[in-house]
């Protein structure tokens, strides 16, 4: 069995003086001698691969592959720079990125710091609709760009003429400069010591000029400057896998070992696993329910678990009766206190999960398992059923209660677990809902169609508390699906990101959490801990921090 322990992240900064981050990417190499192509599980994406517009684990490792942005993450979660030669600035908020010359895009174009710029401005624009143009919200002109349909704020076009209502803000965020090929400027709206460290997510990443043509004709062959690339402009087989080989003309940190990867889009991990087993895939990053007791005996020598920046929950959304204002505080908390956490994670998880006492996760620098209010994370079906009454008075509750998830993924013994947990303590009828696929479930999400609760979680794009915590609660964040507003939350949020040191934004963080636990816009449930398995076929597989393994150092035996 191989064990590695997560690392614990934290940025050290000098309180005066230069902020920086320096190095040189290193340079091409060939795959190993007798290596071949490594198969592993995946999902279908939601949307078309474009790195602003892609904000699920499926499309996400995908994305993660074929692109390269300033800076990568190493297996413990620390930064490593990409195409960035150096990320520095004197007081935090104005940074200058220096690019290292020798990368280019696989279609040949050279990558400079215009490939960045216009891909985060395209990320930004309001009219582009992008799930992560949060990600630029602390980049001056932000909010110009994002208001561009309804006020154009005295703004002008490229022709000097002001703009009107509807039209586009064509030069993008103000804060954004291109100095030369190499170098590009960047001025934030406030002080953020630890801003290099998001800089690794894919919305970061740069686009070729070729994209903006045509867009989404590019998300579905996109040309990318990472350690991998499609295979053929038909690489990706919808609902079935999608193909990747080696980029010969990559220059960062990640070379691959292998000369490639297909990802096979399972129906369900029990199918992933059974393909393992019988030596038709390499990897399974994640253990199914059905195996969870056999596992360690399956695979003697070849799984993991271990801690990961995972956490998992179950949200109810505002839009729904009963679930707003104060009778809906009320009736969170019931659930919440309704859960037998402990039981569910030993008896069905069989330890692979952890109790959540917030909503980030443990191997997160700034985690913290006393916050004020965390008791209504504890299993007490005596406070329980005073609280589901003190709501009945307020509104009786009728109807069936559910919880969405999709079934193309290890769900349903825990949302039966859950709901069992909830009808018995509350004497409600309760009941899992599935769904074939997780696209299909992130749309009734997304257009708010669901009739009761659903499955939601949060695998991290970098190792910050942040990141846990404004793209799924902020006022109208991309993956805010359910709709939760809190101004005293947005606040803390804000004064977090920019403090002037990773200590004080932690304190703030800490306070914003302890807003979600009075309100509970989700339901915290537990922590994932990596837990996957390999064939004998293949060495060298490491899980990284965010439990996605390290594609590029597999190899194949």
């Known amino acids: 069995m191989k064990i590695r322990r997560m690392g614990i992240v934290a940025i050290a900064l000098a309180s005066t003086g230069a902020l920086m981050l320096s190095g040189c990417a290193g340079g091409a190499e060939t795959s190993a ?48 720079n990409e195409v960035a030669k150096s990320i520095e600035s004197d007081d935090a908020t104005n940074w200058t990125v220096t690019l290292n010359d020798d990368w280019t895009f696989t279609n040949d174009e050279p990558v400079t710091a215009q490939s960045f710029v216009d891909a985060w401005n395209y990320g930004a624009l309001f009219d582009n609709a992008q799930g992560s143009s949060y990600f630029f919200d602390n980049i001056v002109g932000f909010s110009d760009v994002q208001n561009s349909m309804d006020d154009p704020s005295g703004a002008v076009g490229e022709d000097g003429a002001p703009l009107q209502v509807g039209d586009p803000l064509t030069d993008g965020m103000s804060g954004l400069k291109v100095v030369d090929d190499t170098t590009f400027t960047v001025e934030l709206a406030g002080t953020e010591a630890d801003w290099p460290l998001r800089l690794g997510y894919s919305a970061y990443s740069p686009l070729p000029s070729v994209a903006f043509e045509d867009m989404d004709a590019f998300g579905q062959n996109p040309i990318g400057n990472g350690p991998y690339m499609l295979a053929s402009a038909d690489a990706w087989q919808h609902d079935v896998q999608i193909d990747l ?134 299993y007490n079906p005596e406070e329980a059923v005073a609280l589901w009454a003190e709501a009945d008075a307020i509104s009786p509750y009728t109807g069936t209660f559910d919880i969405a998830y999709n079934s193309d993924g290890p769900h349903q013994a825990w949302v039966d677990a859950v709901v069992n947990s909830v009808k018995n303590t509350l004497g409600i009828d309760a009941v899992g809902k599935p769904y074939p696929t997780f696209a299909a479930a992130i749309d009734d999400r997304d257009t708010q ?7 939601a979680g949060w695998q991290a794009d970098y190792p910050s508390l942040y990141n846990f915590l404004a793209p799924l609660y902020k006022t109208g964040a991309g993956s805010n699906y359910e709709g939760y507003s809190s101004e005293a939350f947005d606040t803390l949020l804000t004064d977090g990101a920019a403090a002037s040191s990773v200590e004080e934004a932690t304190a703030k963080y800490v306070e914003a959490q302890e807003v979600l636990l009075q309100d509970l816009p989700t339901i915290p449930l537990w922590y994932q801990n990596t837990s996957g398995v390999w064939s004998d076929t293949v060495s060298n597989v490491e899980f990284g921090w965010d439990s996605v393994p390290l594609y590029h150092e597999i190899t194949k035996n």
């Open 449 to 455: 169609a669901l009739t009761g609760g659903t499955r």
């Open 245 to 378: 080989v080696t980029n010969p003309n990559y220059a960062g940190v990640r070379t691959p070992k292998n000369d490639g990867l297909t990802i096979i889009f399972f129906a369900s991990f029990d199918a992933g696993y059974a393909a393992v087993q019988g030596g038709d895939l390499d990897v399974l990053d994640q253990i199914p329910e059905s195996a969870l007791a056999s596992y360690e005996s399956d695979f003697p020598d070849t799984f993991v678990n271990e801690p990961a920046a995972v956490f998992q929950a179950f949200n109810m959304p505002y839009y729904l009766e009963h679930w707003s204002g104060e009778e809906g505080k009320l009736r969170r908390a019931a659930l919440s206190m309704a859960i037998d956490r402990a039981e569910i994670t030993d008896v069905v998880f069989q330890g692979t999960r952890t109790p959540a006492t917030d909503f980030t996760s443990p191997v997160i620098a700034g985690y913290s398992d006393s916050l004020k209010g965390s008791e209504v994370l504890e």
């Open 33 to 80: 001698e007798g290596s071949a192509i490594i198969t592993t599980n995946g999902t279908e994406p939601q949307m078309s691969l474009i790195p602003t517009n892609t904000t699920e684990v499926g499309g996400g490792k995908i994305i993660t592959s074929i692109f390269a942005g300033l800076v990568s993450y190493s297996a413990s979660g620390e930064i490593q």
